[in-house]
């Protein structure tokens, strides 16, 4: 439970601030900060057997037929990452809070930090390399959230795009990576495939596995040439950059290589490949950050570079140089969000975060001042702070790593990249807070903000320093702990300390730091070549190529796909019927089984005449199109009355609730349109038409014969006659079916529902306005109109009808589990009941007394049946596992309670909101499109 609880609480506490989204920001701050804190407390009691080899563990079934199960673990590399997600989620929440401005929207903002929270611990902690996947492409979607939460911003909204589209594109390879790996190893749990290194390795599909996952990483972690994204997610809140530059996000990739490096690394093709991507974006990274002017800018590639970093050591396929990653994401992770932080303090209090505009901030802002030059300082590697022993380490291996044939290689090329990283560190802080203002207003406008914001960045640079002066007390054992369960090996004692005598590795830190200075002070002359060399900018690159491809698509799109869609209903008709006729051609057989049917009743010829009648009637009169509508609705009454004599009760109940729904929405659809369509169609188009309809119904008529007419063979209707009792608690089997044996695909359908209704919200938010106004006004103008908006004799009867088929509702709802009923009926006779109130007295009189909101119904209809499904797993048992038992009440008598009524619960929600939602854009547009006159309310 202590794992669950871990991995649910910041999904609770997003879901918990989305739903008071208008209490007080104090709230929202409360709420999150409370479960990240939670969670770090529960982190803290696992800190003991998860470091200590006996790894907390915890398993459910989910799809076990796939090897998909929510397991979850908490090994040392785990433990380590949920330490700096949760702790620095905790100061980024405080940090938030006094960053945004009174007027800006907490509520959005913390709870999709929550989410993004919720997802990146799901990565470190997940078990199952499937669920493991479920977890990286929310983190893709929730960091969407945060980048674009300026949305009235260009900058934001093209940052989210461009993020998505990268991160989202490699997650898709990730995808087929991890499936083949999964495959390779013969088993999607990650204990296992960590088990079977050598097998991974020795399988010949090991390249393509390999690639695709890397291509994962490297767009995930903003590896060369996979970069661009990363600086352009600036234009997010600068809580959200410290956040996902120092311990989430961009760090997802550094974690997926170091959690599979027992089964990737070790060959010449891994070593190789991710060596040389992150020597690149190592060296390209720091140098870019030494020529940008925005702050954030600065930080963001240098984020680039420091990952870069990362990337190479964990190439080395050394356990050495896993360890100089391990102790570098823990500086990293202090000094980068430590200088996020006074970035955005800067920015807030000077209004800027272009450097050639600041300087000398120092005198006015000795506190921020002295946060962020001990934390650049750490970035550069300086002693006696953490960020000089991790460089340190990794000039080491870089030595010890280097071939015979080019010993001076990669140290040298590591080198440079150190000292580009020196170079940038002392500029941030030289030219930000040393020598004079720059301009005058930034520098009067600039002083040190409270403490509530300075702590957060300020225990981040004390835990920096404390790495550096006490690396043996703060990270040796963690660091150990680590790189064993990193390398799979047995914990090797660490020694970790400034000072280590003269060495190659001391030499080369040491010449990186005195170029850098260099580099520094001949800025000027370095920027103005820079400039000059108008080098591309992989960002453009990217739109265009974006663009381009958009353009070949729509081409492309046109050309095979034509945009009309009576060619395409012919062409899709005209193909299975080809298909039809090719398979009973080559398929052989006779077209009558031996299975005995039965005798047709009179009821059931005059029924089927009917049903002919009317479709055919359809066809003939559909310009008239209400008459047509009426047609429709006798074809269903026909087919529910055919589900009646079935013995389909249920089927008949949905038939015609839906067709009663159907009706009453195209009604008001039909009032938007003109009367009578034009004509469409030449007399040799309807003939065509009409003989491609009749050939598909006398084939399909045929295969539906020759299907009934033979013996249905086993069947798995026996086992649900058997166990819808005593397994489920209800008599009814389709209902049992639909909440317990099925749910998930009943979970599945209503999630389908309710983004069905949110896409007609999306479709029909805007019919109303601009050309399509216009031509809606157009069509409706010449409509004969009733004086009397709303008869009296409509209104009166819909107050009664109004709560008896409320009662009918709850009553089916009620029964549902034993006899015909259940949630899906009982909202589509709810809805029905609110559908006849709108018509009869019209929207704005109806909508001002709903007592709730459409999105809301949707909303609550899945988390309610997902809750129930995740209930369930609380005491260990499968997802959506149902419960049921008897009581007894005085008066009442023997009642059954079961779970799978709350799950109906769910559906009745999202069915009523869906249909409600409809109703609401109808009306809607409607209203829009009206001429003025007549009564306004009944």
Same mark, same amino acid.
């Given at each position: 439970?202590?794992?669950?609880?871990?991995?649910?609480?910041?999904?609770?506490?997003?879901?918990?601030?989305?739903?008071?989204?208008?209490?007080?920001?104090?709230?929202?701050?409360?709420?999150?900060?409370?479960?990240? &804190?939670?969670?770090? +407390?529960?982190?803290?009691?696992?800190?003991?057997?998860?470091?200590?080899?006996?790894?907390?563990?915890?398993?459910? #079934?989910?799809?076990?037929?796939?090897?998909?199960?929510?397991?979850?673990?908490?090994?040392?590399?785990?433990?380590?990452?949920?330490?700096?997600?949760?702790?620095?989620?905790?100061?980024?929440?405080?940090?938030?809070?006094?960053?945004?401005?009174?007027?800006?929207?907490?509520?959005?903002?913390?709870?999709?930090?929550?989410?993004?929270?919720?997802?990146? *611990?799901?990565?470190?902690?997940?078990?199952?390399?499937?669920?493991?996947?479920?977890?990286?492409?929310?983190?893709?979607?929730?960091?969407? *959230?945060?980048?674009?939460?300026c949305q009235h911003k260009a900058e934001a909204r093209q940052g989210a795009r461009m993020a998505l589209a990268v991160t989202g594109g490699g997650g898709l390879a990730l995808i087929a990576g991890m499936v083949l790996l999964g495959l390779i190893a013969g088993s999607f749990d990650l204990t296992t495939i960590l088990a079977r290194g050598d097998m991974v390795r020795a399988a010949p599909l090991y390249p393509l596995m390999l690639g695709l996952i890397l291509l994962g990483a490297f767009t995930k972690s903003?590896?060369?040439?996979?970069?661009?994204?990363?600086?352009?997610?600036?234009?997010?809140?600068?809580?959200?950059?410290?956040?996902?530059?120092?311990?989430?996000?961009?760090?997802?990739?550094?974690?997926?290589?170091?959690?599979?490096?027992?089964?990737?690394?070790? =060959?010449?093709?891994?070593?190789?490949?991710?060596?040389?991507?992150? @020597?690149?974006?190592?060296?390209?990274?720091?140098?870019?950050?030494?020529?940008?002017?925005?702050?954030?800018?600065?930080?963001?590639?240098?984020?680039?570079?420091?990952?870069?970093?990362?990337?190479?050591?964990?190439?080395?396929?050394?356990?050495? &140089?896993?360890?100089? &990653?391990?102790?570098?994401?823990?500086?990293?992770?202090?000094?980068?969000?430590?200088?996020?932080?006074?970035?955005?303090?800067?920015?807030?209090?000077?209004?800027?975060?272009? $450097?050639?505009?600041?300087?000398?901030?120092?005198?006015?802002?000795?506190?921020?001042?002295?946060?962020?030059? @001990?934390?650049?300082?750490?970035?550069?590697?300086?002693?006696?702070?953490?960020?000089?022993?991790?460089?340190?380490?990794?000039?080491?291996?870089?030595?010890?790593?280097?071939?015979?044939?080019?010993?001076?290689?990669?140290?040298?090329?590591?080198?440079?990249?150190?000292?580009?990283?020196?170079?940038?560190?002392?500029?941030?802080?030289?030219?930000?807070?040393?020598?004079?203002?720059?301009?005058?207003?930034?520098?009067?406008?600039?002083? #040190?903000?409270?403490?509530?914001?300075?702590?957060?960045?300020?225990?981040?640079?004390?835990?920096?320093?404390?790495?550096?002066?006490?690396?043996?007390?703060?990270?040796?054992? @963690?660091?150990?702990?680590?790189?064993?369960?990193?390398?799979?090996?047995?914990?090797?004692?660490?020694?970790?300390?400034?000072?280590?005598?003269?060495?190659?590795?001391?030499?080369?830190?040491?010449?990186?730091?005195?170029?850098?200075?260099?580099?520094?002070?001949?800025?000027?002359?370095?920027?103005?070549?820079?400039?000059?060399?108008?080098?591309?900018?992989?960002?453009?690159?990217?739109?265009?190529?974006?663009?381009?491809?958009?353009?070949?698509?729509?081409?492309?799109?046109?050309?095979?796909?034509?945009?009309?869609?009576?060619?395409?209903?012919?062409?899709?008709?005209?193909?299975?019927?080809? /298909?039809? $006729?090719?398979?009973?051609?080559?398929?052989?057989?006779?077209?009558?089984?031996?299975?005995?049917?039965?005798?047709?009743?009179?009821?059931?010829?005059?029924?089927? +005449?009917?049903l002919i009648a009317a479709t055919a009637a359809v066809a003939l009169g559909s310009r008239d199109r209400l008459r047509a509508l009426i047609y429709v609705g006798v074809i269903g009454l026909v087919v529910s009355l055919a589900f009646a004599v079935l013995s389909a009760p249920d089927l008949a109940l949905t038939q015609i609730a839906v067709e009663v729904v159907t009706v009453l929405l195209m009604l008001l659809a039909l009032n938007l349109l003109p009367k009578r369509p034009p004509v469409l169609s030449s007399?040799?188009?309807?003939?065509?038409?009409?003989?491609?309809?009749? +050939?598909?119904?006398?084939?399909?008529?045929?295969?539906?014969?020759?299907?009934?007419?033979?013996?249905?063979?086993?069947?798995?209707?026996?086992?649900?006659?058997?166990?819808?009792?005593?397994?489920?608690?209800? =008599?009814?089997?389709?209902?049992?079916?639909?909440? #317990?044996?099925?749910?998930?695909?009943?979970?599945?359908?209503?999630?389908?529902?309710?983004?069905?209704?949110?896409?007609?919200?999306?479709?029909? #938010?805007? +019919?109303?306005?601009?050309?399509?106004?216009?031509?809606?006004?157009?069509?409706?103008?010449?409509?004969?109109?009733?004086?009397?908006?709303?008869?009296?004799?409509?209104?009166?009867?819909?107050?009664?009808?109004?709560?008896?088929? /409320?009662?009918?509702?709850?009553?089916?709802? @009620?029964?549902?589990?034993?006899?015909?009923?259940?949630?899906?009926?009982?909202?589509?006779?709810?809805?029905?009941?609110?559908?006849?109130?709108?018509?009869?007295?019209?929207?704005?009189?109806?909508?001002?007394?709903?007592?709730?909101?459409?999105?809301?119904?949707?909303?609550?209809?899945?988390?309610?049946?997902?809750?129930?499904?995740?209930?369930?797993?609380?005491?260990?048992?499968?997802?959506?596992?149902?419960?049921?038992?008897?009581?007894?009440?005085?008066? $009442?008598?023997?009642?059954?309670?079961?779970?799978?009524?709350?799950?109906?619960?769910?559906?009745?929600?999202?069915?009523?909101?869906?249909?409600?939602?409809?109703?609401?854009?109808?009306?809607?547009?409607?209203?829009?499109?009206?001429?003025?006159?007549?009564?306004?309310?009944?």
């Open positions: 439970m202590t794992l669950l609880t871990l991995a649910l609480l910041p999904f609770v506490a997003a879901l918990a601030i989305a739903l008071l989204h208008g209490a007080p920001r104090i709230v929202h701050l409360g709420i999150a900060g409370a479960a990240s &804190a939670a969670g770090l +407390a529960l982190l803290a009691s696992l800190a003991a057997p998860a470091l200590g080899g006996d790894t907390p563990f915890a398993r459910w #079934d989910w799809v076990p037929s796939l090897g998909l199960d929510l397991t979850l673990m908490v090994d040392p590399l785990g433990w380590m990452f949920g330490l700096l997600i949760l702790g620095i989620g905790l100061l980024v929440v405080i940090f938030g809070h006094s960053y945004l401005h009174e007027n800006e929207d907490t509520g959005r903002f913390f709870a999709s930090l929550m989410l993004f929270q919720g997802a990146m *611990l799901g990565i470190v902690i997940a078990g199952n390399v499937l669920l493991l996947l479920v977890f990286w492409e929310l983190t893709s979607l929730a960091s969407f *959230l945060l980048i674009g939460f903003a590896q060369f040439p996979f970069h661009f994204w990363l600086p352009h997610a600036m234009a997010a809140p600068t809580p959200v950059s410290a956040y996902l530059h120092s311990a989430t996000m961009v760090k997802a990739g550094v974690f997926l290589l170091a959690r599979l490096w027992p089964v990737l690394a070790g =060959t010449e093709l891994y070593t190789v490949t991710v060596t040389s991507v992150g @020597l690149v974006t190592m060296i390209f990274g720091a140098g870019v950050a030494l020529f940008r002017h925005d702050l954030k800018s600065i930080l963001a590639y240098s984020t680039i570079s420091q990952l870069g970093m990362l990337v190479m050591l964990l190439g080395f396929s050394r356990e050495a &140089a896993v360890l100089a &990653a391990m102790l570098h994401i823990l500086n990293h992770a202090a000094f980068k969000a430590a200088l996020f932080m006074s970035a955005g303090i800067v920015e807030h209090e000077t209004g800027t975060r272009d $450097i050639r505009r600041l300087g000398g901030l120092a005198k006015a802002m000795p506190v921020t001042a002295l946060i962020a030059t @001990l934390a650049a300082a750490s970035m550069a590697g300086l002693p006696p702070l953490g960020g000089f022993i991790s460089k340190e380490l990794m000039l080491y291996e870089t030595i010890a790593f280097s071939s015979p044939n080019a010993v001076w290689l990669l140290p040298a090329l590591a080198t440079v990249g150190a000292t580009f990283s020196v170079a940038y560190s002392l500029r941030f802080a030289a030219h930000l807070f040393a020598g004079r203002p720059r301009e005058a207003e930034p520098f009067a406008r600039a002083h #040190d903000p409270s403490p509530a914001m300075w702590a957060s960045p300020a225990l981040l640079t004390a835990f920096a320093v404390l790495l550096g002066l006490a690396p043996m007390w703060f990270a040796a054992p @963690l660091v150990s702990a680590v790189t064993a369960a990193v390398t799979a090996s047995a914990p090797a004692p660490v020694e970790l300390g400034l000072w280590h005598g003269v060495n190659l590795a001391l030499v080369l830190s040491a010449s990186a730091v005195a170029v850098g200075a260099a580099l520094l002070l001949q800025h000027r002359r370095l920027l103005a070549a820079w400039e000059a060399a108008r080098l591309p900018d992989a960002g453009r690159l990217f739109e265009c190529v974006l663009a381009l491809a958009d353009r070949r698509a729509r081409k492309a799109m046109v050309a095979v796909h034509a945009p009309s869609l009576q060619r395409m209903l012919l062409a899709s008709f005209a193909v299975t019927i080809l /298909l039809v $006729i090719e398979g009973a051609l080559t398929g052989g057989g006779v077209l009558t089984g031996a299975r005995a049917g039965l005798p047709a009743s009179l009821p059931a010829i005059a029924a089927w +005449a009917l007399a040799p188009r309807k003939a065509r038409d009409a003989a491609i309809a009749i +050939a598909g119904g006398v084939l399909f008529g045929a295969i539906a014969w020759a299907m009934l007419t033979r013996d249905p063979g086993p069947s798995i209707a026996a086992f649900h006659l058997a166990n819808a009792k005593p397994g489920g608690g209800g =008599t009814n089997v389709v209902n049992v079916i639909l909440v #317990d044996f099925r749910a998930y695909d009943t979970l599945g359908e209503i999630i389908v529902l309710g983004i069905a209704g949110l896409g007609i919200f999306a479709l029909l #938010d805007t +019919a109303g306005k601009g050309a399509a106004g216009a031509r809606l006004r157009a069509w409706r103008a010449d409509m004969p109109r009733s004086p009397e908006r709303h008869p009296v004799m409509l209104v009166t009867a819909s107050r009664i009808i109004l709560p008896l088929t /409320l009662m009918v509702g709850i009553y089916l709802f @009620l029964r549902g589990h034993n006899q015909p009923g259940g949630g899906f009926i009982a909202a589509l006779v709810v809805a029905v009941a609110f559908l006849v109130q709108y018509l009869a007295a019209g929207f704005d009189w109806s909508d001002a007394r709903k007592p709730f909101g459409e999105h809301q119904l949707i909303g609550w209809g899945v988390l309610v049946a997902m809750a129930t499904g995740l209930g369930a797993m609380a005491p260990g048992s499968p997802f959506l596992t149902s419960w049921f038992d008897y009581f007894s009440l005085p008066l $009442i008598g023997k009642f059954e309670l079961a779970s799978a009524m709350l799950f109906d619960t769910g559906v009745f929600l999202t069915v009523l909101g869906a249909v409600m939602l409809a109703l609401q854009e109808l009306s809607h547009i409607a209203q829009a499109t009206a001429r003025p006159g007549g009564e306004e309310a009944p």
